[in-house]
């Protein structure tokens, strides 16, 4: 076991929590990411073999499945495999093998910083940050949408979403989701 | 004065406010211009040009007049109309434009000199000397004739944006707007209704009608409340739609706070919404417009309707005695209104013949105004009857009506034109209407109370029909439909000044004398005259300057046209349209996975793009930046340096043909790269030019991680994306950035290997053999933490590139210094890394600047003629090949000390500083600690034969001209032996 203590993508040890009015914006890195896409000629294997580790069904375009492990839609027959990191720190290894010769597969853990919106009003909120209808957006959509002129992935899961920002973005798109929940 | 009952004011609460120091009081519900109505005050500002006194003529965003300046410091704001400015305790308002006072303004000296400043005074005036212009003529006249001012304190508010969505947005929640609004949430669409007014309901508010036998405010605050029940329905006051945009888009700024002595924490001063609308009904009503006559500016005269709004809405009539001066029924209802509301209305004088008689006051058949009088305000105004016998007559205020102009502005956006209609003498909105826009009520003719009511209805229901949402038009409650006839009349005769546009000084003569000196189109005249600019747009003006200008040219207003209708339809603070994006928030910033660290160590960061990069860490006692950067090389090519290169681009290229795929995207040959290796690659652009540089190391048969230059990274994605999709679809190729995945340090130095032997993990053998250069690897650090490690080097050491999971960055650099202490790790920036790349000839962006070729960067055999790949072909091209071109090389200032500046031109001694003496230019350069001499590197002609030739590094812009020795652009180890030690 290595000694090298990570930092969260705000830099601290800890993640953040800010509670603005009625939303809670949480940071989380407890979740790591693979990214994996069909090889050529294999989209059907490939997604059988994801409807398998996922233990559901693959998403859809522009939405997300799964339920203790995740995988949303990233692209033609290219999705983002979410997993707890406690557990799954090396998806990426693991997923290379499960799907050797069927998908290409990259490991995205750290490329991404995730914080999760919860609480009143996270609609609201989002009406500030990005042009998505969410009101006729489907439960579990997953889509590519600008915020703050950075490139995120916004999910809605229940009550909650979850905004991918890339990392290094992560103090800007941050400050922009405060400042936005404060605006409510 | 505030009539003794009546209006939408509370009068059990009193708000204190100032007006040029002065204290006065009003009520909540009360805007700036009624407050100070109530209180007597009609003097309000001084006219642009001639200082003219002027009072407000209008009780809504249309006012030219009553422009003041609200708040202090940072909240500055000038040119805010008085008539939406909304009352709140403490509200501090100035006058503008006057000095030093407004009841005395030395300026108003300009008002005498009238006859000279007539139309295109200035530009017949200020001709010569031309110099004069920027530099005296025009600070002067600013200085003169001007609205408010800023005071350039940064603005401590903030500012927002947002989207909005809906089915059908409303704009304006008058009686039209209203209906509109409750026919479409009833069946169930999505509806936003957005209106300028902190009150909603627009005319309603200002009348005394009745709807559905109930005061027509009533119906209206009843409409609201069931509105605002309603989940579907979004209302949103104080917000003025801007503009009309593409696609159903809409701008409109909604006032969070305005109406605050400043924002509640964290809440925006005002947001800036851009709605997506998949239907939208105009329903901005009317604007009145008023008659020209001689001295038409008196504070007391403004516009009938507004008269009637002051009374009902305010409970504030501006005098005791008012006249109404009218050419059609309009004024008539308001003179009828006044008298109700216990208002003494002493004539109305009509311009018709057959005017109707009316109840309670002496209708003045055929009559004009023909003259006013006082000094700071109305005191009488004279009557012409129609048999020419004139007389006057004592009054504060008289109240104008010329007609309604439906308010057509935003169904203009995209350069529609309205169209005339004789019936009521105004422009209604038609032809091009933006795509998705209905009108309704009186934005679209439809002046009537009950018309209003049933468009709007009916507009809603067609709206939805298109979109397939079944509605069915509620019962309309009873309403009038009282005629509206009009004969037009736009200007009394004579030859006083009589106004068009108060705001910009236009007067009937500015007209006449543009159309004798020849502008006949209208956007000319707006431009010569002013008429219709500044913040008002000409809302009461326009028309009238059409109308005058009609009538000379001997043809109709409507073949006259109108000008150009643009966005935004009322003045938009630059904060609004900044939102968020201010200061350090201005764009956001990556930062690096040692930010926190290399901030701990006192470094200064360097924007590179957006990130933010350590540019050189300053150590206690140096002095100056150039002391820490020889430092940090030195101590780098002696023993052993650290930087964080993170930022430069990954890209992970999977698949079975990942290596026939790059063998096409790089001009030299990739297809038997083996495993485990990395190699130095230059992609071209189709056009044969260099694009980018990089290294791709294979980490397997079917996988390789490219890397690119860090401004490159994106574009060389896009373009390797675009290759792998529409290029050759059929290879087997799956491409993801990386970037971000992976912190990425150098280890640079002869003491590198020893270093790195202290973190990564036993099984890896480091040595010279077992890891030569150019190798790569997948591998394990710390003790078992996943790891590459690329034996690659920018600085021309001994040197490798390890990359871990992005968040243990921090960690790993904390370890680098903590592990190689005694070996005197020193980590270096942005400068040494660019000062040591220059010293080994790496060429960086400066040089792969777009324009040059491989064989410019002395690259030329790299481009392989064994096999084809992005621009091979178009690099062979004659003008790119020919013998004496530019190539790389390197430049030694002939005195060390002496700098050379990146970006000098190369010439002969003694040649003139010439185009056509011009040898080349030098693209980067720094001193070179390690040779101790200033040195560049440099594109000159035929360089490679010129070694040891002594050239000039020119700068004609800045004077400098430094002797230089042209030499291999390989300062430092030009053999590779230490890289390969």
């Given at each position: 076991?290595?000694d090298?203590?990570?930092?969260?993508?705000?830099?601290?040890?800890?993640?953040?929590?800010?509670?603005?009015?009625?939303?809670?914006i949480?940071?989380?890195p407890?979740?790591?990411?693979?990214?994996?896409?069909?090889?050529?000629?294999?989209?059907e294997?490939?997604?059988?073999?994801?409807?398998?580790?996922?233990?559901?069904?693959?998403p859809?375009?522009?939405?997300?499945s799964?339920?203790?492990?995740?995988?949303?839609?990233?692209?033609?027959?290219?999705?983002?495999?979410?997993?707890?990191?406690?557990?799954?720190e090396?998806?990426?290894?693991?997923?290379?093998?499960?799907?050797?010769?069927?998908a290409?597969?990259t490991?995205?853990?750290?490329a991404?910083a995730?914080f999760?919106?919860?609480?009143?009003?996270?609609d609201?909120?989002?009406?500030r940050?990005?042009?998505l209808?969410?009101?006729?957006?489907?439960?579990?959509?997953?889509?590519?949408?600008?915020?703050?002129?950075?490139?995120c992935?916004?999910?809605?899961?229940?009550?909650?979403?979850?905004?991918?920002g890339?990392?290094?973005?992560?103090?800007s798109?941050?400050?922009?989701?405060?400042l936005?929940?404060?605006?409510? | 004065?505030?009539?003794?009952?009546?209006?939408?004011i509370?009068?059990?609460?009193s708000?204190?406010?100032?007006?040029?120091?002065?204290?006065?009081?009003?009520?909540?519900?009360d805007?700036?211009?009624s407050?100070?109505?109530?209180?007597g005050?009609r003097?309000?500002?001084?006219?642009?040009?001639?200082?003219?006194?002027?009072?407000?003529?209008?009780?809504?965003s249309?006012?030219?007049n009553?422009?003041?300046?609200l708040?202090?410091?940072?909240?500055?704001?000038?040119?805010?109309?008085?008539?939406?400015?909304?009352?709140?305790?403490?509200?501090?308002?100035?006058?503008?434009?006057?000095?030093?006072?407004?009841?005395?303004?030395?300026?108003?000296?300009?008002?005498r000199?009238?006859?000279f400043?007539?139309?295109?005074?200035?530009?017949?005036?200020?001709?010569?000397?031309?110099?004069?212009?920027?530099?005296l003529?025009e600070?002067?006249?600013?200085?003169?004739?001007?609205l408010?001012?800023?005071?350039?304190?940064?603005?401590?508010?903030?500012?927002d944006?947002?989207?909005?969505?809906?089915?059908?947005?409303?704009?304006?929640?008058?009686p039209?707007?209203?209906?509109?609004?409750?026919?479409?949430?009833?069946?169930?669409?999505?509806?936003?209704?957005a209106?300028?007014?902190?009150?909603?309901?627009?005319?309603?508010?200002?009348?005394?009608?009745?709807?559905?036998?109930?005061a027509?405010?009533?119906?209206?605050?009843?409409v609201?409340?069931e509105?605002?029940?309603?989940?579907?329905?979004?209302i949103?006051?104080?917000?003025?739609?801007v503009?009309?945009f593409?696609?159903?888009i809409?701008?409109a700024?909604?006032r969070?706070s305005?109406?605050?002595?400043?924002?509640?924490?964290?809440?925006?001063?005002?947001?800036?919404?851009?709605?997506?609308?998949?239907r939208?009904?105009?329903?901005a009503?009317?604007?009145?417009?008023?008659?020209?006559?001689?001295?038409?500016?008196?504070?007391g005269?403004?516009?009938?309707?507004?008269?009637?709004?002051y009374?009902?809405?305010?409970?504030?009539?501006p005098?005791?005695?008012?006249?109404?001066f009218?050419?059609?029924?309009?004024?008539?209802a308001?003179?009828?209104?006044l008298?109700?509301?216990?208002?003494?209305v002493?004539?109305?004088i009509?311009?018709?013949?057959?005017?109707?008689?009316?109840?309670g006051?002496?209708?003045?058949a055929?009559?004009?105004?023909?003259?006013?009088?006082g000094?700071?305000g109305?005191?009488?105004?004279?009557?012409?009857?129609?048999?020419g016998?004139?007389?006057?007559?004592?009054?504060?205020?008289?109240?104008v009506?010329g007609?309604?102009?439906?308010?057509?502005?935003?169904s203009?956006?995209?350069?529609?034109?309205p169209?005339?209609?004789?019936?009521?003498?105004s422009?209604?909105?038609?032809?091009m209407?933006?795509?998705?826009?209905l009108v309704?009520?009186?934005?679209?003719?439809?002046?009537?109370?009950?018309a209003?009511?049933?468009?709007?209805?009916?507009?809603?229901?067609?709206?939805?029909g298109?979109?397939?949402?079944?509605?069915?038009?509620?019962?309309?409650?009873?309403?009038?439909?009282?005629?509206?006839?009009?004969?037009?009349?736009?200007?009394v005769?004579?030859?006083?000044?009589?106004?068009?546009?108060f705001?910009?000084?236009?007067t009937?003569?500015?007209?006449?004398?543009a159309?004798?000196?020849?502008?006949?189109?209208?956007?000319?005249?707006?431009?010569?005259?002013?008429?219709?600019?500044?913040t008002?747009?000409?809302k009461?003006?326009?028309?009238?300057?059409?109308?005058v200008?009609?009538?000379?040219?001997?043809?109709s207003?409507?073949a006259?046209?109108?000008?150009m209708?643009?966005?935004?339809?009322?003045?938009?603070?630059?904060?609004?349209?900044?939102?968020?994006?201010?200061?350090p928030?201005f764009?956001?910033?990556?930062?690096?996975?040692?930010?926190?660290?290399?901030?701990?160590?006192?470094?200064?960061?360097?924007?590179?793009g957006?990130?933010?990069r350590?540019q050189?860490?300053?150590?206690?006692?140096e002095?100056h930046?150039?002391?820490t950067?020889?430092?940090?090389?030195?101590?780098?090519?002696?023993?052993?340096?650290i930087?964080?290169v993170?930022t430069?681009?990954?890209?992970d290229?999977?698949?079975a043909d990942?290596?026939?795929?790059?063998?096409?995207?790089?001009?030299?040959?990739?297809a038997?790269?083996?495993?485990?290796?990395?190699?130095?690659?230059?992609?071209?652009?189709e056009?044969?030019?260099?694009?980018?540089?990089?290294?791709?190391?294979?980490?397997?048969?079917?996988?390789?991680?490219?890397?690119?230059?860090?401004?490159?990274?994106?574009?060389?994605?896009?373009?390797?994306?675009?290759?792998?999709?529409?290029?050759?679809?059929?290879m087997?190729?799956?491409?993801?950035?990386?970037?971000?995945?992976w912190?990425?340090?150098?280890?640079?130095?002869p003491?590198?290997?020893?270093?790195?032997?202290?973190?990564v993990d036993?099984?890896?053998?480091?040595?010279?053999?077992?890891?030569?250069f150019?190798?790569?690897?997948?591998?394990?650090v710390?003790?078992?933490?996943?790891?590459?490690?690329f034996r690659?080097?920018?600085?021309?050491?001994?040197?490798f590139?390890?990359?871990?999971?992005t968040?243990?960055g921090?960690?790993?650099?904390r370890?680098?210094?903590?592990?190689g202490?005694?070996l005197?790790?020193?980590?270096?920036?942005?400068?040494?890394?660019?000062v040591?790349?220059?010293?080994?000839?790496?060429?960086a962006?400066?040089?792969?600047n777009?324009?040059?070729?491989a064989?410019n960067?002395?690259l030329g055999?790299?481009?392989s003629t064994?096999?084809?790949?992005?621009?091979?072909?178009?690099?062979?091209?004659?003008?790119?090949?020919?013998?004496?071109g530019?190539?790389?090389?390197?430049?030694?200032?002939v005195?060390?000390q002496?700098?050379?500046?990146?970006?000098a031109?190369?010439l002969?001694?003694?040649?003139a500083?010439?185009?056509?003496?011009?040898?080349?230019?030098?693209?980067s350069?720094c001193?070179?600690?390690?040779?101790?001499?200033?040195?560049?590197?440099?594109?000159v002609?035929?360089?490679?034969?010129?070694?040891g030739?002594?050239?000039r590094?020119?700068?004609?812009?800045?004077?400098?001209?430094?002797?230089v020795?042209?030499?291999?652009?390989?300062?430092?180890d030009?053999?590779?032996?230490?890289?390969?030690?």
């Amino acid at each position: 076991m290595h000694d090298l203590a990570p930092l969260t993508a705000l830099g601290a040890a800890t993640p953040r929590h800010d509670m603005i009015g009625g939303v809670t914006i949480a940071e989380n890195p407890n979740v790591a990411l693979a990214s994996v896409a069909a090889r050529r000629g294999k989209s059907e294997p490939c997604a059988t073999a994801l409807a398998d580790w996922l233990g559901a069904p693959v998403p859809e375009v522009a939405q997300h499945s799964g339920d203790a492990k995740t995988g949303f839609w990233l692209g033609p027959d290219m999705w983002m495999l979410e997993a707890p990191f406690a557990t799954h720190e090396d998806m990426a290894r693991d997923l290379g093998t499960r799907f050797e010769g069927l998908a290409s597969v990259t490991e995205q853990t750290d490329a991404w910083a995730r914080f999760d919106l919860s609480g009143d009003g996270p609609d609201d909120m989002l009406a500030r940050l990005t042009n998505l209808d969410l009101a006729t957006l489907p439960n579990r959509f997953a889509r590519r949408t600008v915020m703050e002129h950075i490139g995120c992935y916004l999910l809605r899961r229940g009550a909650t979403y979850s905004v991918y920002g890339p990392r290094s973005f992560a103090a800007s798109l941050h400050h922009a989701l405060c400042l936005s929940a404060g605006a409510l | 004065m505030r009539l003794p009952s009546g209006g939408q004011i509370d009068r059990s609460q009193s708000l204190r406010f100032t007006f040029d120091g002065q204290q006065y009081r009003g009520h909540p519900g009360d805007t700036l211009a009624s407050a100070l109505l109530a209180n007597g005050v009609r003097l309000m500002g001084r006219s642009f040009k001639y200082h003219r006194p002027r009072g407000p003529i209008a009780a809504g965003s249309e006012e030219p007049n009553a422009l003041v300046t609200l708040g202090r410091g940072g909240r500055q704001e000038p040119n805010t109309r008085a008539t939406v400015a909304e009352l709140f305790d403490g509200l501090e308002a100035r006058s503008q434009n006057a000095w030093p006072g407004l009841r005395f303004d030395a300026m108003a000296i300009n008002d005498r000199l009238s006859p000279f400043l007539t139309a295109g005074f200035y530009y017949k005036t200020f001709m010569w000397p031309a110099a004069f212009w920027e530099k005296l003529y025009e600070p002067m006249i600013r200085r003169a004739a001007g609205l408010g001012a800023i005071s350039t304190d940064p603005d401590p508010d903030s500012y927002d944006k947002g989207f909005l969505h809906c089915d059908l947005l409303v704009i304006g929640a008058g009686p039209s707007g209203l209906m509109a609004a409750l026919t479409a949430a009833r069946a169930g669409a999505r509806v936003i209704l957005a209106d300028e007014d902190y009150t909603p309901g627009g005319r309603l508010n200002a009348s005394a009608e009745q709807i559905g036998g109930q005061a027509a405010t009533d119906w209206a605050a009843q409409v609201l409340a069931e509105l605002g029940t309603l989940p579907n329905v979004r209302i949103l006051p104080r917000t003025t739609v801007v503009g009309a945009f593409d696609h159903g888009i809409y701008g409109a700024v909604e006032r969070v706070s305005d109406h605050l002595p400043q924002p509640l924490p964290g809440k925006p001063r005002q947001t800036l919404w851009r709605i997506y609308s998949k239907r939208a009904v105009l329903c901005a009503g009317a604007l009145e417009r008023p008659i020209a006559f001689a001295d038409n500016d008196r504070p007391g005269i403004m516009l009938a309707g507004a008269l009637a709004a002051y009374a009902h809405r305010w409970a504030v009539s501006p005098a005791s005695r008012v006249a109404i001066f009218t050419n059609n029924d309009s004024g008539h209802a308001t003179a009828r209104d006044l008298i109700a509301l216990g208002v003494d209305v002493r004539a109305v004088i009509d311009t018709r013949a057959d005017a109707p008689k009316l109840d309670g006051t002496e209708v003045i058949a055929g009559g004009q105004i023909t003259g006013t009088r006082g000094r700071l305000g109305l005191s009488a105004a004279q009557i012409t009857r129609a048999n020419g016998r004139s007389h006057w007559l004592e009054v504060g205020a008289l109240g104008v009506s010329g007609g309604w102009n439906p308010n057509v502005a935003l169904s203009c956006h995209q350069r529609g034109r309205p169209v005339w209609r004789d019936d009521i003498a105004s422009f209604v909105p038609g032809g091009m209407l933006p795509v998705g826009m209905l009108v309704a009520g009186a934005a679209a003719g439809q002046f009537g109370t009950h018309a209003a009511l049933a468009g709007g209805a009916a507009q809603a229901a067609a709206a939805l029909g298109d979109l397939g949402i079944p509605a069915s038009t509620p019962d309309l409650p009873q309403a009038d439909d009282a005629l509206y006839r009009i004969t037009p009349f736009w200007h009394v005769g004579g030859t006083k000044r009589a106004w068009l546009d108060f705001q910009n000084d236009v007067t009937v003569k500015d007209v006449k004398l543009a159309h004798q000196e020849g502008f006949r189109s209208v956007e000319h005249l707006k431009r010569y005259t002013t008429l219709g600019m500044a913040t008002d747009q000409g809302k009461t003006s326009n028309l009238g300057g059409l109308a005058v200008m009609a009538e000379l040219a001997g043809q109709s207003i409507e073949a006259t046209g109108t000008t150009m209708f643009r966005p935004p339809y009322t003045p938009v603070a630059m904060g609004a349209l900044a939102g968020r994006a201010t200061g350090p928030d201005f764009k956001p910033t990556r930062k690096t996975p040692s930010h926190v660290w290399a901030t701990e160590q006192g470094a200064t960061f360097v924007e590179v793009g957006q990130w933010l990069r350590a540019q050189y860490f300053p150590h206690a006692g140096e002095t100056h930046w150039r002391q820490t950067v020889d430092r940090e090389v030195n101590a780098t090519r002696s023993g052993v340096g650290i930087c964080d290169v993170t930022t430069l681009g990954k890209i992970d290229v999977q698949g079975a043909d990942a290596a026939a795929f790059l063998n096409r995207i790089y001009c030299n040959g990739f297809a038997k790269l083996a495993v485990g290796k990395t190699r130095y690659g230059l992609m071209l652009r189709e056009d044969g030019i260099a694009m980018d540089d990089g290294t791709a190391a294979r980490l397997a048969e079917d996988h390789f991680v490219v890397t690119t230059t860090t401004a490159n990274a994106v574009p060389v994605f896009r373009h390797m994306e675009f290759a792998r999709q529409c290029l050759w679809p059929d290879m087997d190729v799956q491409l993801v950035s990386t970037t971000e995945a992976w912190a990425q340090v150098a280890v640079a130095g002869p003491k590198s290997r020893e270093l790195l032997q202290r973190i990564v993990d036993p099984a890896y053998d480091l040595s010279n053999d077992a890891f030569p250069f150019m190798g790569c690897a997948e591998i394990t650090v710390c003790g078992g933490l996943r790891a590459r490690l690329f034996r690659i080097s920018f600085s021309g050491e001994l040197a490798f590139e390890l990359a871990v999971p992005t968040r243990y960055g921090d960690a790993l650099m904390r370890r680098l210094m903590d592990k190689g202490a005694d070996l005197g790790v020193t980590p270096y920036g942005t400068e040494a890394l660019g000062v040591m790349r220059i010293e080994k000839g790496h060429a960086a962006g400066n040089e792969l600047n777009g324009t040059t070729t491989a064989r410019n960067l002395g690259l030329g055999r790299m481009v392989s003629t064994k096999k084809d790949s992005i621009g091979a072909v178009l690099s062979r091209r004659e003008g790119l090949t020919e013998e004496g071109g530019l190539e790389l090389v390197g430049l030694r200032a002939v005195n060390p000390q002496k700098q050379i500046p990146a970006g000098a031109h190369i010439l002969e001694p003694g040649a003139a500083a010439t185009a056509a003496n011009d040898l080349g230019y030098a693209t980067s350069a720094c001193y070179s600690p390690t040779i101790g001499s200033y040195i560049a590197l440099a594109f000159v002609q035929a360089g490679g034969t010129r070694m040891g030739t002594r050239l000039r590094a020119a700068s004609p812009l800045t004077g400098v001209d430094v002797p230089v020795e042209i030499v291999s652009p390989h300062f430092v180890d030009p053999e590779g032996e230490r890289l390969r030690a």
